[in-house]
């Protein structure tokens, strides 16, 4: 029952994330953009889901929509005038580029479905959460720390980009 | 460490002189000419201290040499060269000549370069050199002795070429290196060859070209071939060329009288004491080889003995004081290799030392000559010279003198040896040629003296109101290489006039001092001692005859014979015929072909102008992928993935 | 081999745990109010930390047998050991320019922290043995790079350059882990042996095809970080608008790292090791060498022909640094052990050649403010130190084009010489070949510090000792050790020994 059902609701995943990234790449209105990423996360969370990744599903939700997606609307919101800026994509050349994007769509298509991947034949669907932390604690414990040194420094370092911009307009105001 | 210091030293004073002397040129400011001669004399002075301090115990009998190895240096596969220096008899002498006459030398060239604008740049060239001629010496295999080879041969070209705003000069420059590098060339192939012969069965970690591991090998180099021929005679043969080359033998010998282009300090050191006895070290120490190669010895000593005649003969007709003293070079340098030739290795460096001593001495004898006729070189403009300059004539008679080969100055032993070897071994053929050329030398010498420094005085009125003894530092390394011209030679003395020819027992070179010539015939021995002697004195007599009075007389008997006169005055003819064989040639094939069609056709249009075009075209279509559009750019970074995906697929 | 958990793999992580502390350090002392006014503390502790790095890492080195750590995450062998060194001393250097710098004068830190940072990365990047981590190290040191790239935010170039990393890095490192998605798809398994594993146990070459196409993708993403042609396209624009202590640090630290990751991966995952034989073969099926062959050659000659055009000294130094990249990928191309090697060994001819040229550029343009390479017209003649530095100068140029009796010479010796032992003669001549165009455009700055008049007349103003001395230091290594490198040859030696099942 679920096995059938199981190409259908990775169709209409696949479909709202391709739609959405399409409308992101092609809007000329940031704000638009940035509400069509909403429905392309949604639409990774909900594949996340359907593998059985419900620790990882619910995190997409949380971090990227609840987050990072609420972070991105205001900074374009806060940012004086910029839904006026005519975005001047260039665009390049399509003669060329879009029958490079087809032949790569094709063939790597054709490889996906003419390689013989390793694959867990059977999801179990069970939780995952403590699975999950018993691992980032034990074997990738390593990578973990790693993160939170990267995320440590890269906070700092916008941090600085951030707090030179401050001081100069603060002594312009002065 | 003790040994690479010696080296070292003077480097550093090569490098601190060299960054003196470019940083005044650029600035514009002057030399700080107290800072120069600490550095410049003071260095190789310490050097040489060192090497008395190491040298002693070999002196005194020490038979061990000396090792360091430095650091491994090339590391290729199983190819492995260490730099290691090695300090045994041989290379004490070496050192000791190279650093005490150099330092003599480099003190004689306060004096002497003083008014010159490069002062720090002549001194920072000639640290280099004794370094480079220190490394060859020390070197214990033949790499890094071709570095120090190289190196000397660099450094003789700056030299000479020193004053190079004079294009004679800079030309006699470029004909030494370009001489030098023919021979060169031998040494290199030598080296490649013996690494062919070694290379295939090289034990782990053995650097290949150490000599005593090329003499523990020779049982394996001995019987094998190298195109059908005998290896250790062609690889001996090469070394020879080489020789040749650095040692002014015939054929290569062609330089060395235009070397005295460079400052006179520089031809005593460099082109009669040091640099030029390469050849003969290289020989000595590589007796073992030479030793398996009968061939070549005998090719060596023909060599040698023709052009000791040879050399002597051009000297007599020649009226530049150097250029005299720069054919007798040649000329002793001839009596070294006739010594190698024959198998008495010893005697030849025995020559090789005493040389050093009465031509150093001769050569700034000759540039405080120079010096006080404010650079007039021509001895028919001299003459009478003794009472202006007493210590200069005093110490250029001692060094005459001993140079003709009268007893008991050093060279009557050295030269006496030499011949006597010659005769011994059979060669009576060579032992003639060489007796003569000790007639030439005798006969030359003395004409040189006699012309300079005796007689009415042809010096114009304007050098004669310079005229002056030359200062203290100069005249003090006069003395002292006189006094050693006069009693090096005790070093040697034959055992037939009751010595005990130390020299050649100390230094214990080649195959045949093992075996003591017991078969002594010590009649035979006075006899032909008696006869140099003699014809040595019937030179002098006969110089003494023709010269005492200065030219006219012999300009008129010159005339009388003037097809011989005129063939010596030009030297043979031999630059000429080298030109018209040689030069020539080359120039017309240079002109024609590769100036005309390579360089102009296919250089300068197809290359260079081409890919002048050819660059502008890519890099316009570069620079339009490159037109800082990161959109473009990540564009090019997918086409490129997919074409090599698209590529490696289809494979 | 041994694969250790974590609480016995902590020792081996000793000297990064020596680097974050440092970092945590730094950013504690600056709470303190007095601290925090001194502009020297934080380099000083950065400088402090990063010797302590080295130190215990060369212990260690020596210590430790080698082992895979935290679960097959690390590999920690010789390699990893030189590339911590490595690291080490490349942002020493880095941190030392930057406090002679008039660009950076006055910066706040976070610059340190990040170079800190990116430092920290490196050898996690040299030592990574697990898909995971490869991706994770490499970000390190790309997230930060952007970061300290934009660093000067007065500066509209240094900030654009930033814009362009950023977007270009994000291209390649998603296409990258695309690719490494591909190969883990294939596999099975994200540890890199497990990979080698799982290529020589699978002799048919399943998904052969998807392996191709996985591994050129991760191929493109290295080299984009050691900036091979045609994935190289960010350098120039980047490398000219970084801050250029910054610029000399990422040709250097890096692009060491993304080397040390090909090599590892190539060496490894692709390549099967005989220990008696000393003999690399790769695996049939999947054999790059042809691959990294056109990449070398592509990299080399357009580095080497676009220099020749460069009028601003830091672009062209930039181009320099492609080409380079393209001589130690002509080894990577040979799979050897003597190729290994040879790229260790010209690293560190590369790390002190290319760094003395960036001081050198350093110096001129706090000078004369200028960044054209006609700043360098009549370096020798100006006052201030002008000589020694024109002197140094042309050292490195001569260097990094090869002639002896330099280092660069030596380093290219041993390249070109691995890659002759390998039969690859073609690959050798055009390399040989790129060193003569490059003598070119080296020999232009030579000529214009000694041949040409000085176009203003400002000192080089060179005060004290320390940092002429610094330069000067690494001229005379770059002479010596073109005279002497036998210790660095034993060295690299011992450090071309990586772990293998």
């Known amino acids: ?174 | 460490m003790t040994l690479a210091w010696i080296i070292l030293l003077p480097l550093l004073g090569a490098i601190i002189n060299g960054y003196h002397a470019m940083s005044c040129t650029l600035r514009k400011q002057k030399v700080i000419t107290g800072m120069v001669n600490f550095v410049g004399v003071g260095l190789p002075f310490i050097a040489f201290l060192i090497a008395l301090s190491q040298g002693i115990p070999f002196i005194l009998g020490a038979e061990e040499p000396l090792r360091e190895t430095l650091f491994s240096w090339i590391t290729v596969g199983n190819l492995h060269i260490e730099a290691g220096l090695c300090l045994d008899r041989l290379s004490t002498l070496m050192i000791l000549i190279i650093t005490g006459v150099g330092t003599l030398i480099h003190l004689y060239s306060i004096g002497y370069m003083k008014c010159d604008p490069g002062y720090a740049k002549y001194f920072a060239y000639l640290n280099l050199f004794l370094t480079s001629m220190l490394i060859l010496v020390l070197a214990d295999n033949l790499v890094l002795m071709f570095l120090g080879w190289e190196g000397v041969g660099l450094c003789s070209y700056l030299l000479i070429g020193f004053w190079f705003e004079d294009k004679a000069k800079a030309q006699a420059g470029k004909k030494a290196f370009i001489v030098n590098r023919i021979g060169d060339v031998g040494f290199l192939l030598a080296i490649f060859g013996l690494g062919v012969l070694l290379l295939p069965g090289i034990s782990e970690g053995a650097s290949i070209f150490n000599f005593e591991y090329i003499e523990s090998k020779m049982s394996l180099i001995a019987p094998s071939t190298i195109f059908w021929m005998s290896s250790p005679i062609i690889l001996t043969l090469l070394l020879f060329v080489g020789a040749t080359g650095k040692s002014a033998q015939i054929p290569l010998y062609v330089w060395l009288p235009d070397a005295m282009a460079g400052p006179t300090p520089v031809s005593a050191l460099i082109h009669a004491a040091t640099m030029v006895t390469a050849g003969v070290y290289m020989i000595a120490r590589l007796d073992f080889l030479f030793d398996a190669a009968p061939a070549t010895l005998n090719v060596i000593a023909i060599i040698g003995a023709s052009t000791a005649l040879f050399a002597s003969l051009i000297a007599i007709v020649q009226n530049d004081i150097k250029k005299v003293l720069a054919y007798s070079t040649v000329s002793q340098l001839g009596y070294m290799f006739l010594a190698m030739g024959v198998g008495a290795y010893a005697y030849g460096v025995f020559h090789l030392m005493t040389h050093a001593f009465f031509k150093a001495c001769l050569f700034l004898g000759s540039g405080s000559v120079i010096h006080a006729m404010s650079g007039e070189q021509d001895i028919r403009k001299m003459g009478g010279l003794k009472k202006a300059l007493p210590i200069t004539s005093m110490t250029f008679l001692i060094a005459t003198i001993t140079i003709a080969g009268l007893p008991p100055f050093a060279a009557f032993f050295s030269k006496d040896h030499i011949l006597w070897k010659t005769y011994s071994h059979g060669h009576t053929v060579l032992w003639v040629m060489g007796l003569l050329a000790a007639f030439g030398t005798a006969f030359y010498m003395f004409r040189l003296y006699f012309l300079t420094f005796t007689g009415k005085s042809r010096v114009s009125e304007e050098a004669k109101a310079h005229l002056h003894e030359s200062p203290f530092n100069m005249t003090f390394a006069l003395v002292v290489l006189a006094v050693l011209s006069a009693v090096a030679g005790f070093l040697g003395l034959p055992e037939v006039l009751g010595g005990h020819d130390w020299i050649k027992h100390w230094l214990n070179l080649g195959a045949g001092s093992a075996k003591a010539h017991s078969a002594h015939d010590h009649a035979m021995e006075l006899i032909l001692m008696g006869v140099s002697v003699a014809v040595a004195a019937c030179a002098i007599l006969l110089a003494f005859l023709l010269y005492r009075n200065g030219l006219e007389g012999p300009e008129r008997r010159a005339r009388a014979m003037q097809p011989i006169h005129n063939l010596l005055t030009n030297k043979f003819y031999v630059d000429e015929i080298y030109d018209a064989i040689i030069v020539r040639p080359i120039r017309s094939l240079s002109q024609s072909v590769f100036f005309r069609v390579v360089d102009q056709k296919l250089i300068n249009e197809v290359f260079v102008n081409g890919s002048g075009k050819v660059l502008s075209w890519l890099g316009s279509c570069v620079s339009r992928i490159q037109n800082g559009f990161v959109n473009r750019y990540a564009f090019y970074f997918l086409l490129a993935v997919s074409v090599f995906l698209g590529i490696w697929v289809i494979n | 081999m041994q694969v250790l958990d974590n609480a016995a793999s902590f020792q081996y992580f000793l000297p990064e745990a020596i680097l974050g502390l440092t970092l945590l350090l730094i950013l504690i002392l600056d709470l303190n109010k007095e601290l925090s006014k001194s502009r020297l503390i934080a380099p000083w502790t950065a400088g402090v930390g990063l010797v302590l790095y080295i130190v215990v890492a060369l212990a260690l080195r020596v210590q430790l047998p080698e082992a895979i750590t935290f679960h097959g995450m690390m590999a920690n062998d010789a390699f990893t050991d030189f590339f911590r060194v490595f690291s080490g001393a490349s942002a020493l250097l880095a941190i030392f320019l930057s406090m002679h710098s008039k660009e950076l004068e006055g910066v706040k830190i976070e610059y340190w922290i990040l170079i800190l940072g990116i430092t920290l990365g490196m050898p996690v990047l040299a030592g990574a043995n697990n898909l995971l981590m490869i991706y994770l190290a490499m970000e390190m040191v790309s997230i930060l790079s952007y970061i300290i790239v934009g660093y000067l935010k007065k500066s509209r170039k240094s900030s654009e350059a930033a814009l362009k990393y950023v977007l270009y890095g994000a291209t390649a490192s998603g296409i990258m882990i695309y690719g490494l998605s591909i190969i883990f798809g294939v596999s099975g398994t994200l540890d890199v042996l497990e990979i080698q594993k799982f290529l020589v146990n699978n002799p048919v070459g399943t998904g052969r095809i998807a392996l191709f196409v996985g591994l050129v993708m991760t191929l493109a993403g290295f080299g984009y970080k050691i900036s091979a042609v045609p994935f190289h396209m960010w350098a120039p624009d980047v490398y000219q608008g970084a801050p250029t202590p910054v610029t000399a640090f990422l040709s250097v630290g890096p692009k060491a790292a993304g080397f040390a990751i090909l090599l590892r991966f190539t060496y490894t995952a692709l390549a099967q090791f005989n220990p008696e034989t000393g003999i690399f073969t790769p695996l049939k099926y999947l054999d790059i060498t042809g691959l990294m062959a056109v990449l070398a050659v592509l990299t080399m000659t357009v580095g080497n022909f676009l220099a020749i055009q460069q009028n601003n000294t830091k672009r062209f130094l930039a181009y320099s640094s492609i080409a380079h990249a393209g001589y130690m990928l002509i080894a990577a191309a040979t799979l050897s052990s003597l190729a290994l090697q040879g790229v260790l060994f010209y690293l560190i001819a590369y790390f002190i050649m290319n760094m003395g040229a960036f001081a050198v550029a350093i110096i001129v343009i706090n000078a004369t403010g200028s960044e054209e390479l006609t700043a360098f017209k009549g370096l020798a003649k100006r006052s201030g130190g002008g000589a020694l530095i024109a002197l140094l100068m042309m050292v490195f140029m001569v260097s990094l084009v090869g002639l002896p009796p330099t280092f660069g010479f030596v380093g290219k010796f041993y390249l070109f010489m691995s890659v002759i032992q390998a039969k690859l003669y073609w690959l050798a001549v055009i390399g040989m070949l790129n060193s003569v165009v490059s003598l070119y455009y080296y020999m232009r700055v030579v000529k214009h510090m000694y041949f040409d008049e000085p176009e203003d007349d400002k000192s080089l103003g060179l005060k004290g000792f320390v940092f002429p001395g610094v330069v000067a230091s690494l001229g005379l290594a770059t002479v010596v050790l073109g005279v002497y490198w036998g210790p660095i040859v034993t060295f690299v030696q011992e450090s071309a020994q990586l772990i293998s099942k």
Do not use: C
């Not at chain 1, 391709?18 to 996360?41: E, V």
């Not at chain 1, 990072?68 to 919101?77: D, E, Q, R, S, T």
């Not at chain 1, 975005?87 to 490079?100: C, G």
């Open chain 1, 1 to 174: 029952m679920l096995d059938s059902l199981q190409p259908l609701v990775f169709g209409m995943l696949a479909l709202i994330i391709f739609i959405s990234a399409a409308f992101i790449t092609f809007s000329r209105n940031l704000i638009y953009s940035a509400f069509a990423l909403l429905g392309s996360f949604t639409g990774v969370a909900g594949l996340f889901a359907m593998l059985g990744a419900d620790f990882l599903a619910v995190v997409q939700l949380l971090v990227y929509i609840g987050g990072i997606m609420v972070l991105y609307l205001f900074a374009v919101l806060m940012t004086s005038g910029i839904g006026d800026v005519r975005l001047t994509n260039r665009s390049i050349a399509v003669k060329i580029a879009l029958p490079l994007a087809l032949v790569l769509f094709f063939s790597l298509g054709k490889l996906i479905f003419e390689t013989e991947w390793f694959a867990q034949q059977t999801v179990k669907i069970a939780p995952t959460t403590a699975a999950i932390g018993d691992l980032l604690l034990t074997k990738y414990l390593l990578p973990f720390e790693l993160v939170s040194v990267l995320l440590l420094s890269t906070l700092i370092g916008s941090v600085a980009l951030a707090r030179q911009e401050l001081r100069n307009s603060k002594e312009n105001h002065d």
